[in-house]
């Protein structure tokens, strides 16, 4: 079901950056179930359309500085609580222009200003999963060639972060510093939640999929209008390389989890064969023993609320074991037991 109308009131709250932070979400929820009604104009007699489209190129010059002196004309809010489909026309290039708010150069570019002594670059070059902290304290969560590059302690403002290769990231909220993530030409803007990206510099689509909070992912453009998405939990956004196109949808139903989804699994004295046959139902992965007499191991142990490379490096600790990862395909070096 979608979010009810937004007052008018609140709208021009938003527009003018009044809203308190609660009102804020509730307009961006309520713009991002709008999303994809490609044809809410077409009721619209031509003069109203008319009128609509030039009120929308006057927030637009007003949201670029371009207004001198000569009035543009006000947007007739006395429309806004019967259409609210037609809201989201000058809303969503609101919404678009905000990330244009954030200096015109890329993050790389701000981050290649910087003396190199103040810069962190870390690249995951094992075959496990690596969590990584970041000045905040928050965690990124690296698959084997993920690379990290970010200041060696933020902005009081902003804290800027390159990303390449697959991760999770957990981010610490905090409201006065927006957190911001560059791939490619993939900008990932949040304040404190968490998400998996994939950004592989081999794959031809970027994918966002988000756990916890709220997401927006834009296109960098210098030269064209961006494209932005808003998600939510249990949504993702696709950004295809080659045609620069961003979208947006509900996450599949699966019925194996991805690994940077927690689950709740109890393992009592139960052989590691076992084990792995439950994390394989669990999980969309495949696991396999490098040494056959690791099979009759047994595992005790309470995995509450894990993803699957927390119950791994947990499970390695208790058995005296590693693995090596390759997209989902694990498998598990050690000893056989006694």
């Known amino acids: 079901m979608k979010p009810n109308g937004i007052p008018p009131a609140l709208l021009e709250r938003y527009l003018s950056g009044e809203c308190t932070d609660e009102e804020k979400e509730l307009v961006e929820t309520w713009y991002a179930s709008l999303q994809g009604e490609t044809r809410y104009l077409d009721h619209l007699p031509d003069a109203e359309q008319d009128e609509m489209r030039q009120a929308t190129f006057g927030n637009i010059r007003r949201e670029l500085n371009m ?50 002594s103040e810069l962190v670059r870390f690249e995951n070059t ?15 969560a690296m698959h084997p060639h993920a690379v990290v590059t ?43 939640t968490s998400f998996n990206i ?35 939990p249990n949504q993702q956004a696709l950004f295809e390389l080659d045609s ?19 689950v709740t699994i109890v393992f009592e004295e139960t052989p590691l064969n076992k084990v792995i046959e439950q994390l394989e139902k669990r999980f969309n992965v495949s696991i396999s023993l490098a040494n056959p007499g690791l099979a009759k191991c047994g595992l005790t142990a309470n995995f509450e609320s894990q993803t699957f490379p ?6 390695c600790s208790s058995l005296d074991v590693t693995y090596t990862i390759s997209d989902n395909n694990i498998t598990i070096n050690g000893e056989p037991c006694e």
């Open 310 to 315: 927390g119950i791994l490096e947990l499970l």
């Open 126 to 140: 094992g075959s496990r999963i690596v969590t990584h902290r970041l000045p905040d304290s928050s965690s990124i």
């Open 244 to 262: 620069k196109r961003l979208t947006s949808k509900t996450s599949p139903l699966q019925a194996k989890k991805e690994i940077y989804e927690p």
């Open 67 to 116: 207004v001198e002196e000569a009035p543009v004309r006000s947007f007739p809010w006395r429309w806004l609580s019967g259409i609210a489909a037609s809201i989201a026309l000058v809303l969503g290039v609101y919404l678009a222009t905000q990330f244009k708010k954030t200096p015109v150069a890329s993050i790389p570019q701000q981050l290649e200003q910087r003396q190199s």
């Open 198 to 232: 994939r950004a592989p510099q081999n794959r031809k689509v970027f994918q966002v999929d988000v756990v916890t909070g709220t997401v927006e992912v834009r296109t960098y453009a210098e030269t064209k209008e961006s494209q932005q998405v808003i998600l939510k």
């Open 150 to 192: 970010y200041p060696a302690g933020f902005d009081a403002d902003r804290r800027l972060v390159t990303f390449s290769g697959e991760g999770f990231f957990d981010i610490q909220k905090d409201k006065k510093r927006p957190f911001y993530i560059q791939s490619g030409d993939m900008v990932i803007k949040v304040l404190g």
